[in-house]
C-alpha cells in the first residue's frame, strides 16, 4: 500500500512553546490529507482536513488558532501546536489517500508531551 | 454528529477460542474500514467494505458490512496471542476518505 510517514515520532516540549509536526505522502500526491488526535486508551478523533492550497477545515471544537495546519505541496501537510499546555499532549496521526486509492492510509503517529 | 460504537470494548479470552466485535451507526457509510493499531503506532488497515452485504476473509477474520450500510462485524476464528490489540472499525460517508473512527475494541488473548 502507500506510504505516509510523520516526523518527529515522539516530541516533548516546554509548556507554552509551539512544536510542528510533519506528514508526507512518500510515493503518492495527495491533495487532501487528515489530522488525528487520540488520547490514551480512546479511538481516534478527527481534528481537521487539510486541502493543499487552501485553508484547512476545521471539525467543531478544534481551535483553528491553537493547531496551524500548512498544506503547501503535494506530498506535505504540517501541524503546528502552538502554545502548548500539557493537555495537548496526545498521539497524533495523519492520514492520505492516493489516488483512485478505496481507502485512506495512516501515518504512524506522534507522541507529543507536553510539559 | 455521527456515532460509531464498537462492542465490546474489552475483551479478554483464552487462545483458540472465537470472538465477534460489533460496529454499530444510524447513519449509511459509502465504505467502512477496519484496523489494528498496537501501541504507540499508527493504525493497521485490514480490510474495506463497500457493498451492503458483503462478507470479506482474510485467513481467521472475517469482516461483513450491513445491508444497509449502517453497521459491520469482524468475526476471529481460533484467535492467537498474536491477534492482541485494538480495533477499530472507521466509516466513510461521503467518500472523502475522511473518516469517523468507532469507539474501538481492545482485544487480548492469552497464551
Known amino acids: 500500500g502507500a506510504v505516509v510517514s510523520q516526523h518527529p515520532s515522539r516530541v516533548i516540549c516546554k509548556s507554552g512553546t509551539s512544536v510542528k509536526i510533519e506528514c508526507r505522502s512518500l510515493?503518492?500526491?495527495?491533495?487532501?490529507m487528515f489530522w488525528y488526535r487520540q488520547f490514551p486508551k480512546q479511538s481516534l478523533m478527527l481534528m481537521a482536513t487539510?486541502?493543499?492550497?487552501?485553508?484547512?477545515?476545521?471539525e467543531q471544537g478544534v481551535e483553528k488558532d491553537k493547531f496551524l495546519i500548512n498544506h503547501a505541496s503535494l506530498t506535505l501537510s504540517t501541524l503546528t501546536v502552538t502554545s502548548a499546555h500539557p493537555e495537548d499532549s496526545s498521539f497524533y496521526i495523519c492520514?492520505?489517500?492516493?489516488?483512485?486509492?478505496?481507502?485512506?492510509?495512516f501515518g504512524q503517529g506522534t507522541r507529543l508531551t507536553v510539559v | 454528529t455521527q456515532l460509531l460504537e464498537q462492542s465490546p470494548q474489552f475483551l479478554s479470552i483464552q487462545e483458540g477460542e472465537n470472538l465477534t466485535v460489533y460496529c454499530n451507526s444510524s447513519?449509511?457509510?459509502?465504505?467502512l474500514q477496519w484496523y489494528r493499531q498496537e501501541p504507540g503506532e499508527g493504525p493497521v488497515l485490514l480490510v474495506t467494505?463497500?457493498?451492503?452485504?458483503e462478507v470479506k476473509k482474510l485467513k481467521r477474520l472475517t469482516f461483513q458490512f450491513g445491508d444497509a450500510r449502517k453497521d459491520s462485524s469482524l468475526h476471529i476464528t481460533a484467535a492467537q496471542p498474536g491477534d492482541t490489540g485494538l480495533y477499530l472499525c472507521?466509516?466513510?460517508?461521503?467518500?472523502?476518505?475522511?473518516?469517523?473512527f468507532g469507539t474501538g475494541t481492545r482485544l487480548k488473548v492469552l497464551a
Open positions: 492520514s492520505a489517500a492516493a489516488p483512485r486509492a478505496s481507502e485512506a492510509f
Open positions: 510515493d503518492f500526491q495527495a491533495t487532501t
Open positions: 487539510s486541502n493543499e492550497g487552501s485553508k484547512a477545515t476545521y
Open positions: 447513519s449509511v457509510f459509502s465504505s
Open positions: 467494505v463497500v457493498t451492503g452485504g
Open positions: 472507521a466509516g466513510d460517508s461521503s467518500g472523502t476518505y475522511k473518516y469517523i
